[in-house]
């Protein structure tokens, strides 16, 4: 701050969830935006109370008083949580510490904004609030410093490929989309055709169906392609940071979002199905010059990457530091 106010620091974060990757490593990625340590805590409430959340009672069971409660004391400063499973939890620990932990929520906790001191949303979503913050793109773990040291020092496999290299992020089947035999075959053969002129960094996700992975497989007897086959560590920030383009199915908006962090073109492919929220997502992500359809060639364009996640620790530092002005001076 500028203002010679003294700052209250953030000392200890909670990351919440009932352990699902998508939604904890948003809670993470914004912990680590906010420079603070974190611990990692999953819910597991049982079946009859799932049912009733996210407005029903925490498992009592998981009941801060419990040893073994994912919510035990000592409280935290802060609480990261994101997943339907976990808006119960939040209001127990708000209630528990007496209103000394603030408490943040990652998507729409569908309670409405009482929900959590702070909630963010992605902009597709209705959800509006004094405390609501709504933004183009979600929390994700690939920061500006993390892609530019990647692009500095990149592994030996990405050196060794010859420019242009496309990133490309394959998912799969979801609640909305479907990778039909038309598909696979369409999205096949339009990478086989950027493949001549390029060379791919490929990841696919748990999600990408047999038949998928088995056409993409094919590639490998198109030229020096790279195909991470699952083990060892995801290379995907690798992928993005030494990528002169990216390709991305549209059945997840966080590998869009994560791909418009590059600041290089990202081609949007789109399988069967679809949904009025994600719609919408790329139609904003279109308006805003980060993605175009993918037609089996490169395209070269620029646009500032586009990264919300230190939007995001930011609002929630401010908020912080709101309701703590003043305090520092009285003990």
Not at 45 to 59: K, S, T
Not at 193 to 199: K, V
Not at 217 to 230: F, M
Request: hydrophobic share 40%.
């Amino acid at each position: 701050m500028t203002d010679g106010s003294i700052q209250a620091p953030i000392r200890s974060i909670w990351v919440q969830s009932d352990g699902k990757a998508g939604d904890e490593n948003q809670c993470i990625a914004v912990a680590d935006a906010l420079g603070c340590p974190f611990e990692a805590r999953h819910v597991a409430p049982r079946a009859r109370f799932v049912w009733a959340m996210p407005r029903g009672p925490i498992d009592p069971r998981e009941h801060p008083s419990r040893p073994d409660s994912p919510v035990r004391p000592p409280f935290p400063d802060l609480v990261i949580a994101s997943g339907r499973r976990t808006v119960p939890y939040l209001k127990c620990i708000s209630r528990a510490s007496a209103g000394a932990t603030m408490t943040v929520f990652l998507k729409d906790p569908l309670t409405g904004p009482g929900a959590a001191d702070f909630i963010w949303v992605p902009e597709h979503d209705k959800l509006r609030g004094k405390n609501v913050l709504a933004t183009p793109t979600p929390p994700h773990r690939f920061s500006q410093e993390r892609l530019a040291a990647l692009r500095a020092a990149p592994p030996a496999d990405i050196a060794r490929l010859t420019a242009p290299r496309v990133a490309v992020l394959v998912g799969g089947d979801s609640r909305h989309h479907r990778f039909t035999a038309y598909d696979v075959e369409t999205f096949g053969h339009r990478l086989e055709h950027l493949a001549q002129t390029a060379r791919l960094m490929i990841t696919l996700s748990r999600r990408t169906p047999k038949l998928l992975a088995d056409r993409i497989a094919r590639l490998k007897d198109k030229g020096p392609h790279l195909i991470w086959d699952g083990t060892g560590e995801n290379p995907l920030a690798a992928y993005l940071a030494n990528a002169d383009a990216v390709v991305v199915t549209a059945d997840s908006t966080n590998m869009v979002g994560e791909a418009a962090a590059t600041g290089r073109p990202v081609l949007v492919y789109e399988p069967s199905g679809g949904h009025r929220k994600i719609s919408s997502f790329l139609d904003r992500m279109s308006e805003l010059g980060v993605t175009r359809p993918f037609a089996g060639r490169l395209e070269t364009y620029r646009y500032e990457p586009l990264d919300s996640t230190p939007v995001i620790a930011e609002a929630i530092r401010a908020l912080w530091q709101a309701r703590h002005a003043g305090k520092s001076g009285e003990s």
